[in-house]
T-cell receptor, first 115, second 111 residues
Framework: DSGVTQTPKHLITATGQRVTLRCSPRSGDLSVYWYQQSLDQGLQFLIQYYNGEERAKGNILERFSAQQFPDLHSELNLSSLELGDSALYFC??????????????FGPGTRLLVL | DAKTTQPTSMDCAEGRAANLPCNHSTISGNEYVYWYRQIHSQGPQYIIHGLKNNETNEMASLIITEDRKSSTLILPHATLRDTAVYYCIVSRGGSNYKLTFGKGTLLTVNP
């Protein structure tokens, strides 16, 4: 158990719909990262928040957005869903070690199926 | 971030040491070597990281060559539960650095 929680575990929806995925980082961790894992693309970084502010963006579509709230939980919003958005979505929180290395701890993921 | 090269797959007998190689010939001086693994469809799990020196923790050992162009992750006594995809990632330290996952090595531990 990494200490990172994600809800829901599974989500089935239809094309054109909108969904919200939720992530709670480990206690005390300020960073939240979102990743998408589809069969043909592997694990892809989407976006990162640090203490409520967006810090880095990866391959995130304009139909997708995220935010981090004052209690540090984060939500990833996916809208106008397409079949190709079916994937596993992971969030992670991170720890920076003395010396500067950073390790990420991943949640169990949300499996999204768009029909 | 430097690119890494790993074998696509490896097999190991249960109870034996599993040695997973990784080439990162373009690594720069301030980049760390990280290893993560992903057991089927679960969230990736951090294993170990290092900069120059060899490292050991309760999960594994990491051997980094002197020129830092390659490394080996060692699972000393592999079990069936170690069957997973292992990712070698090179990244700069400090906060706010995303991980770039390649295809990794599928390690299959056989009984």
């Amino acid at each position: 158990d990494s200490g990172v929680t994600q809800t829901p575990k599974h989500l089935i929806t239809a094309t054109g719909q909108r969904v919200t995925l939720r992530c709670s980082p480990r206690s005390g961790d300020l960073s939240v990262y979102w990743y998408q894992q589809s069969l043909d693309q592997g694990l892809q970084f989407l976006i990162q928040y640090y203490n409520g502010e967006e810090r880095a963006k990866g391959n995130i579509l304009e139909r997708f957005s995220a935010q981090q709230f004052p209690d540090l939980h984060s939500e990833l919003n996916l809208s106008s869903l397409e079949l190709g958005d079916s994937a596993l979505y992971f969030c992670a929180s991170s720890v920076v070690w003395t010396g500067g290395a950073e390790t990420q701890y991943f949640g169990p993921g949300t499996r999204l199926l768009v029909l | 971030d430097a690119k890494t090269t790993q074998p696509t797959s490896m097999d190991c007998a249960e109870g034996r040491a599993a040695n997973l190689p990784c080439n990162h010939s373009t690594i720069s001086g301030n980049e760390y070597v990280y290893w993560y693994r992903q057991i089927h469809s679960q969230g990736p799990q951090y294993i170990i990281h290092g900069l120059k020196n060899n490292e050991t923790n309760e999960m594994a050992s990491l051997i980094i060559t002197e020129d830092r162009k390659s490394s080996t992750l060692i699972l000393p006594h592999a079990t069936l539960r170690d069957t997973a995809v292992y990712y070698c990632i090179v990244s700069r330290g400090g906060s706010n650095y995303k991980l770039t996952f390649g295809k990794g090595t599928l390690l299959t531990v056989n009984p």
